[in-house]
C-alpha cells in the first residue's frame, strides 16, 4: 500500500543498509557524499516520525504482515523516537565531519561500517521483542568494534579486541536471559510480555532480569564493567569515538531503560531496593571518571573518562522513578545532551589534535589559539557537560535534582552537584590553556582547516546548549511513551 | 509580541549581538569595533531611559517563556532591575571608552571586547530575571563570561587568579542551585514576588526554609564577597583595571548583592524574613564583612588590593541595609547599591591611571601623584572621600540613611559598625591622600609609559570616565532629591516592597 | 530425566563454563573458543526449549539459527583482529597522499 511504502519506520533501518552496501562496492575510502545524503533522507523520516507520534501516539509495523510471535514486531513511542532523532542528528553531523577528516584517505572501511552501525542503532531502537533486539544490539557491536579496529595501527586492534570481548560477553549474556525468557514466558514480545509478568516471579525470570542487566550494563560501561571504554574510546579516530560515546552506549542504556520499564517492571516493584545497584555504581562512576579525566595525559582520554562518568549520571535517575515523570525526562534530556556534545567534543578535540600534530592536553596551549571556532565548540560542550546554564545538561541536573527532592533521595542530588563541580575541573583544564600565552617553544604556524571539520563541531555544541531552551518538543515526546 | 514584551529582550540583545559580532572581528579593525561597542552601549542607555519612564508612570515590562514543564523563562523590568539596569548601562558606556583607551594595542583586544559584551549581557539578565530560575541561568552565565577576562593577560598569576575566581563561584552557584531547587520544589515556582512568597511561607516547614535561605545566600554571597566566601576578589585584582572596574562595581559583586535584595524582599518578603529570625543573622554577616573588610585593607600596600578589601566592605552596606527591618534601612541599602558602583568604579580607574602612566602599583609608589596628574587625583579624592562618607557626596546620602535605618531597626550596633567603618576608611583612605597631594614626587616614576605634554596629564579616554563617575557621585547627593535620582528610585521601590505601611 | 531438561542442564553448565572461560583465560585462542561455548549452551537451552511439548516449537529453533550466525560472525571477526594483534600488520596501506601523515593517527 502507498501508505506503507513510506513508512519511515521500515526506511529506517532500510536505508543505512543500503548506503552500507553501496559504500562498500567502490572500494575502500569511498562513498562519502551517500551516506550524507542518506542520513539527511533519514534524520527526514526521524522527524517525521516524531511528528506522527506527538500526534497519534506510538506506533507499531509488522515486518512482513506476520504477527508476534512469529513475526518480527517493530514499535516506535516517544523514547524511541527520541533516541532516533538524536542518533540522526549526530549521525549526520559526524559524517559531515568524517568526509574532510578522512580526506587523506586514512578512512578505508569507515562508510561501510558506518552505515552497518546505524541499520543497527535504529533497528534497536525500533525492534519490539527481545530477540531481535539481541541481534540489532550484536550487530551494533560488531560494527563499532570494526570501527575501532579500522585504522589499522596495532593499538587499535589491542583496544578493538578488548571492546569486542567485552561486547560479546554482554551480549552472550543477554542471550541467554532471552532464553529463560522464552522458556518462562513462551513469547519473548515485549507489549505481550509486560502484560505477562506479574507476582509471584518464576525464579527463571529474576536470573534472566540478572544476566541481560549484568550484560547491558557492561556494554553502557557502567562502573566497574567500564574497562574497556577509555582505550576504545580514547585510540580510535575522533569521529569514531564521536559515534561510539555519543550514540553507541546510548543504545545499551536505552535497552536497559526499556526492560526497567517494560517487561520486569514488576520485577522491580517487588523488589525497589534493586534501583539502589545501578544508582550506587553510577555514583562511583561519576567520581572515578571525573577523577580520571583529572588526571588524564592524552586530550582522547580525558574525553574518554568524561563519558565513563557521564553514563553514571544516567543511572542516577533510577532511584527516583517515583517522583513522577521527572525521572524519565531527566535521563532522556542527559542522554541527548551528553550525546550531542560528546559528540562535538571528540570531533573539536579530532581537529586540534590534528592541526597541533600532538594529543597531550599540555600540548593544546598553541594550538587553541589557531582555531577559535573549534576551542568555542569545545567550550560550548564542555558548559553542557559542567550542567551550567543554559544548556540541555543544565537543565537534565535541574530536573535530576527536582525528582532526587521528590523521592526523598537527597544523596542522588549531591552527586549530581558534585559530578558537575568535578566536571568543570577537567574543562578548565583544557580551557585554560586556551588562555596561556604562548611560551617561544610553541611555533604558532597557520595551517588550513576545512571549515566543515570546525562548523560541524560548533553545530553539535550549540545544539547541546539549545537543548536548554528548546526541550518541549522532546517533552511532548516522553508523554508517549510506552505502547 | 508587545513592545512592553520586546524591551526587555532588546536590551539585552543590546550588548548581546554587538559581543557575538566582535567575536568574529580580526584584530586590527579597531574602528568597526569600538563603534559596535559604542553603539550597543548608546542603545541600551537610550532603552533603559525608555523603560524607566514607563516604570515610573506605572507601566509593567515582562515576557515569559515555557522551557520545561512547570519551568519559565522570565523576564520582568520593574523599578528594582531598573535601578540596577540603569546603573550598568551607564557605567558600562563609561568602562567601554575606558577600557579603549586602556588596551590600546593589548593583543587579543577582539575576544576581550566580545567576553565584555556578554558580561554586561549576563548582567543586564541577572537585572530583570523575573524569576530564581532565569536569576541562576545568567548568574552562571556572568561566571563564565567574566573568567577570560581575568585571565586575559594569560600570565601564570593571571591563571591562578582566575582559578581562584572559579573556584568559589562555581561552587557558591552548586550550593545555590541546590537551594533554587529544592525552593521551586516546594512552591512550584521561584517567581520574585514583592511582598515575597506568602502562600508558601506560611505552609512550609521553618526548618526548611531557614535551610533554604541559608543555601540562597551562600551561594550570592560568594560574588557578593560575604566574609568567609571573599577570598577569590583579592585574587581577581589580577586582571587589567577595566575588568577590576566592571566586575566591582558594574557586574559581580553587585550581581551577588542584588540577588541579596531579590532573595530577601521578594522571596521571602521583609516581613516573613524577620518573623523567621533571618535578618538579625544576616546584618551580623554583613556586620562582619563591613569591619573585617575595612580592616584588611588597612594593611594593604598594593593599591587594588586596597581597593579590593574595601570593596568587600562597602558592597556589605547593602546587604546591611538590606537586613535592617525599616523603609530608611531599606532605602540606604538600596540607594548604595547605585552610589557604591560609582564610587569605586571611580577609584579603580584613577587606579587603573596611576598604572597605565606612571606604573604605579603600590600606596608606597604613589607620592606626589597628584601633582603630576591633578584631574585623575581630583577624581581619587572624591571617590575615597564618598567612601568615608564625607558630606556632598553620594556616599554620605546612604550612610546617612542606613544610620537611620539600623535605629528604626533597634540595632543601635549597627551604627556602631558603620561608624567604625567610616573611621577605618579614613584611615585607609586619607594617607593615600596625603601621599598624593603632600609628599614630593620621586625622581623618576616606576614606569612611564605615558609622558606628560604640557597640561596633558594622560590618555584622555583615561581621563574622561573618571572625571565623569566622579562628577556623577557629587550630582548623586546634590540632587538627590530629585525624581530621577538614584535615592528616589530607592524609595519608589521601598514603598512597594512592604505589605503593609512601614514604621 | 526429559530431554528438554538434560538439553537446559547441560546448556546451562556450558554457558557457565564458556563465560568463565572468556572471563578468566588469558590466550586469546582459547577465549574465541570459550565464547564459542557460552553460545553453545544458549543454543543448547533454546534447542531444548523447543522440544519440551509433544510438537517442535519453531521460534527457538529460529532464534538458534540466527544466533549460530552471530556467533560465526563475531568468531570471525574476533580471529582477524587477533590475527592482527599477532603479526602486528595492517591491510594494504592507504592511497599515496601528499598531506597524509602515516605516524599519527588522531
Redesign the interface.
Known amino acids: 500500500m502507498p501508505d506503507d511504502l513510506f513508512d519511515p519506520l521500515v526506511w529506517l533501518i532500510l536505508l543505512p543498509i543500503l548506503w552500507a552496501v553501496l559504500t562498500f562496492l567502490p572500494g ?2 569511498r562513498g562519502a557524499v551517500v551516506a550524507i545524503v542518506s542520513l539527511c533522507l533519514q534524520l527526514g523520516c526521524a522527524v517525521r516520525l516524531t511528528a506522527d507520534i506527538i500526534a497519534h501516539g506510538a506506533r507499531t509495523h509488522l515486518a512482513g504482515g506476520w504477527p508476534a ?2 513475526g518480527i514486531p517493530l514499535a516506535a513511542d516517544g523514547l524511541a523516537a527520541a533516541m532516533l532523532v538524536l542518533t540522526q542528528a549526530v549521525g549526520l553531523a559526524v559524517a559531515l565531519y568524517a568526509r574532510s577528516y578522512f ?4 578512512s ?1 572501511w569507515f562508510w561501510p561500517l558506518t552505515g552497518f552501525l546505524f541499520a543497527g542503532m535504529n533497528g534497536l531502537f525500533l525492534s519490539g521483542d527481545l ?1 531481535n533486539l539481541y ?1 540489532t544490539l ?1 550487530l551494533v557491536g ?1 560494527a563499532a ?2 570501527l575501532v ?1 579500522n ?4 593499538e ?3 583496544a ?2 578488548r571492546y ?2 567485552a561486547s ?2 554482554g551480549s ?2 543477554y ?2 536471559g ?3 525468557v ?2 518462562a514466558c513462551g513469547t ?1 514480545a515485549l507489549d505481550h510480555l509486560a502484560g505477562m509478568i506479574s507476582a509471584p516471579v518464576p525464579p527463571a525470570l529474576w536470573l534472566a532480569f540478572a544476566l541481560m542487566a549484568a550484560g547491558l550494563l557492561l556494554k553502557t560501561a557502567l562502573f566497574p564493567l567500564h574497562y574497556w571504554l577509555p582505550p576504545a574510546h580514547g585510540d580510535a ?2 569521529p569514531v569515538s564521536a559515534l561510539l560515546s555519543a550514540l553507541v552506549v546510548k543504545a545499551s542504556f536505552y535497552l536497559f531503560l526499556r526492560l526497567w520499564l517494560g517487561p520486569f517492571a514488576c520485577l522491580v516493584a517487588l523488589a525497589p531496593m534493586l534501583a539502589w545497584l545501578p544508582a550506587l555504581l553510577g555514583s562511583a562512576a561519576v567520581l572515578y571518571g571525573s577523577w580520571m579525566a583529572i588526571r588524564a595525559e592524552r586530550l ?1 582520554m580525558l574525553i574518554a573518562y568524561s563519558t565513563v562518568a557521564q553514563l553514571g549520571y544516567l543511572f542516577l535517575i533510577f532511584p527516583v522513578f517515583g517522583g513522577g515523570a521527572l525521572a524519565l ?1 531527566a535521563g532522556l534530556l542527559h542522554a541527548t545532551a551528553h550525546g550531542t556534545a560528546k559528540a562535538a567534543m571528540f570531533i573539536a578535540a ?1 581537529t586540534l ?2 592541526v597541533g ?1 600532538n ?1 597531550s592536553v599540555r600540548g593544546m596551549a598553541g594550538v587553541a589559539n589557531q582555531l ?1 571556532v573549534t576551542l568555542f565548540a569545545f567550550a560550548l560542550a564542555g ?1 553542557s557537560l559542567m550542567g ?3 544548556s540541555g545538561g ?2 537534565a ?3 535530576l ?2 525528582a532526587a ?2 523521592s526523598g533521595q537527597l544523596w542522588i ?1 549531591v552527586v549530581a ?1 558534585t559530578g ?2 568535578l566536571a ?1 575541573v577537567y574543562i ?1 583544564r583544557v580551557l ?1 590553556l586556551a ?3 604562548p611560551d617561544g617553544r610553541e611555533e604558532l604556524r597557520p595551517r588550513p582547516v576545512p571549515a566543515a571539520m570546525e562548523w560541524t563541531a560548533l553545530l553539535l555544541a550549540t545544539a547541546s546548549v539549545g537543548l ?2 528548546f ?2 518538543p522532546l ?1 511532548a515526546l516522553l508523554e508517549r511513551v510506552g505502547t | 509580541m508587545t513592545v512592553n514584551e520586546l524591551l526587555p529582550l532588546a536590551v539585552i540583545a543590546s550588548s548581546l549581538i554587538p559581543g557575538l559580532i566582535i ?1 568574529t572581528l580580526p584584530e586590527r579593525q579597531v574602528a568597526v569595533r569600538t563603534t559596535l561597542n559604542l553603539a550597543g552601549a548608546v542603545t541600551k542607555i537610550l532603552l533603559t531611559g525608555l523603560l524607566l519612564i514607563g516604570v515610573v508612570s506605572g507601566e509593567s515590562f515582562a515576557v515569559r ?5 512547570g ?1 519559565e ?1 522570565v523576564f520582568k523590568a520593574d523599578a528594582l532591575a531598573l535601578l540596577f539596569v540603569s546603573l550598568s548601562a551607564t557605567l558600562w558606556l563609561f568602562t567601554t571608552l575606558y577600557a579603549i583607551g586602556y588596551l590600546e594595542q593589548a593583543p587579543h583586544r577582539s575576544r576581550f571586547f566580545g567576553f565584555f559584551s556578554l558580561c554586561v549581557t549576563a548582567t543586564m539578565g541577572i537585572a530583570m530575571a523575573g524569576n530564581l530560575f532565569t536569576f ?3 548568574y ?2 556572568l ?2 563570561t567574566t573568567f ?1 577576562l581575568i ?5 601564570a598569576k ?2 591562578r587568579g ?2 581562584v575566581y ?1 573556584g568559589y563561584t ?2 557558591g ?2 550550593v545555590l ?2 537551594g533554587i ?2 525552593l ?2 516546594l512552591a512550584g515556582q521561584t517567581d520574585f514576588v514583592q511582598g515575597g512568597m506568602t502562600a508558601l511561607l506560611d505552609s512550609a516547614p521553618r526548618l526548611h526554609l531557614q535551610a533554604i535561605f541559608l543555601l540562597l545566600i551562600a551561594g550570592v554571597g560568594v560574588k557578593a564577597a560575604l566574609v568567609p566566601l571573599h577570598g577569590w576578589l583579592p585574587q581577581a585584582m589580577v586582571a587589567p583595571a577595566p575588568v577590576s572596574a566592571l566586575l566591582h562595581a558594574v557586574a559581580v559583586v553587585k550581581a551577588g548583592a542584588f540577588g541579596v535584595v531579590r532573595i530577601v524582599y521578594e522571596i521571602y518578603g521583609i516581613e516573613s524574613a524577620r518573623n523567621l529570625d533571618l535578618l538579625a543573622p544576616l546584618a551580623m554577616v554583613a556586620g562582619v564583612t563591613i569591619l573585617w573588610g575595612s580592616g584588611r585593607a588597612l594593611f594593604q600596600d598594593d593599591l587594588k588590593k586596597r581597593l579590593a578589601f574595601s570593596t568587600v566592605s562597602q558592597v556589605s552596606y547593602i546587604v546591611l541595609g538590606v537586613a535592617l527591618f525599616g523603609m530608611a534601612g531599606t532605602v540606604g541599602g538600596l540607594a548604595h547599591l547605585v552610589h557604591q558602583g560609582v564610587m569605586k568604579i571611580t577609584l579603580f580607574f584613577c587606579a587603573g591611571n596611576y598604572a597605565e602612566s606612571l606604573g604605579i602599583h603600590k600606596v608606597s609608589e604613589m607620592n606626589g601623584g597628584g601633582r603630576r596628574m591633578p584631574l585623575t587625583s581630583l577624581a581619587f579624592a572624591i571617590g575615597a572621600l564618598g567612601m568615608m562618607g564625607a558630606p556632598m557626596t553620594a556616599g554620605a546620602v546612604s550612610k546617612a540613611w542606613l544610620n537611620q535605618g539600623a535605629m528604626d531597626a533597634g540595632m543601635d550596633w549597627a551604627v556602631w559598625v558603620l561608624t567604625g567603618s567610616s573611621l577605618l576608611n579614613a584611615a585607609y583612605f586619607l594617607p593615600i591622600l596625603y601621599r598624593l597631594w603632600l609628599r614630593p614626587a620621586p625622581a623618576e616614576w616606576p614606569h612611564e609609559r605615558i609622558p606628560a605634554r604640557g597640561w596633558r596629564e594622560t590618555d584622555w579616554l583615561l581621563l574622561l570616565p573618571p572625571l565623569a563617575t566622579a562628577g556623577t557621585v557629587l550630582l548623586a547627593s546634590l540632587f538627590a532629591d530629585a525624581a530621577i535620582s538614584p535615592l528616589s528610585l530607592a524609595r519608589l521601590i521601598g514603598r512597594m516592597e512592604y505589605l503593609e505601611p512601614s514604621p | 530425566m526429559s530431554s528438554g531438561l538434560l538439553f ?1 542442564i547441560v546448556g546451562c553448565l556450558l ?1 557457565v563454563f ?2 568463565g572461560g ?2 578468566l583465560l588469558d590466550h ?1 585462542l582459547r ?1 574465541i573458543l570459550a ?1 564459542n561455548l ?2 553453545s ?2 543454543f543448547l ?2 534447542v531444548g ?1 523447543a522440544q519440551r511439548d509433544g510438537t517442535p516449537d ?3 529453533q529460529a ?1 538458534v539459527l ?2 549460530i550466525v ?1 556467533a560465526v ?2 568468531t570471525a ?2 580471529l582477524a ?2 590475527r ?2 599477532h603479526t ?1 600488520a ?2 594494504p596501506p ?2 599515496a ?1 601528499p ?3 602515516d605516524d ?3
Open positions: 575502500p575510502g510471535p512469529l580526506r587523506d584517505g586514512s578505508l530477540f541481534v550484536e560488531l568494534v570494526g579496529a585504522g589499522g595501527k596495532a587499535q586492534a589491542a578493538a579486541l569486542l570481548m560479546l560477553i552472550g549474556a542471550l541467554f532471552v532464553a529463560l522464552y522458556g519473548v579516530p575522533a582522547k525526562q579530532g589534535i590534528r600534530e594529543d577559535p558548559v551550567l546554564p543554559p543544565f537543565l541536573k535541574w530536573l535534582i527536582d527532592l521528590s542530588a552537584i558537575g563541580l568543570s578548565f585554560h588562555f596561556r600565552v536548554g531552551l526541550a518541549m517533552f | 567575536f517563556y515555557t522551557v520545561a514543564p519551568l523563562l541562576f541561568i545568567f552562571e552565565l561566571t563564565l577570560p585571565v586575559h593577560r594569560g600570565n593571571a591563571l582566575g582559578t572559579l562555581l561552587g552557584g552548586a542551585l541546590v531547587v529544592w521551586h520544589h | 537446559a554457558f564458556g563465560l572468556v572471563i586469546l577465549r565464547f557460552m553460545g549452551g544458549t537451552v533454546l526449549l519453531p521460534v527457538p532464534m540466527t544466533g552471530v560472525a563475531a571477526l574476533a583482529l587477533a592482527r594483534l602486528g595492517s591491510n592507504p592511497p597522499n598531506t597524509c601523515r599519527r593517527h588522531a
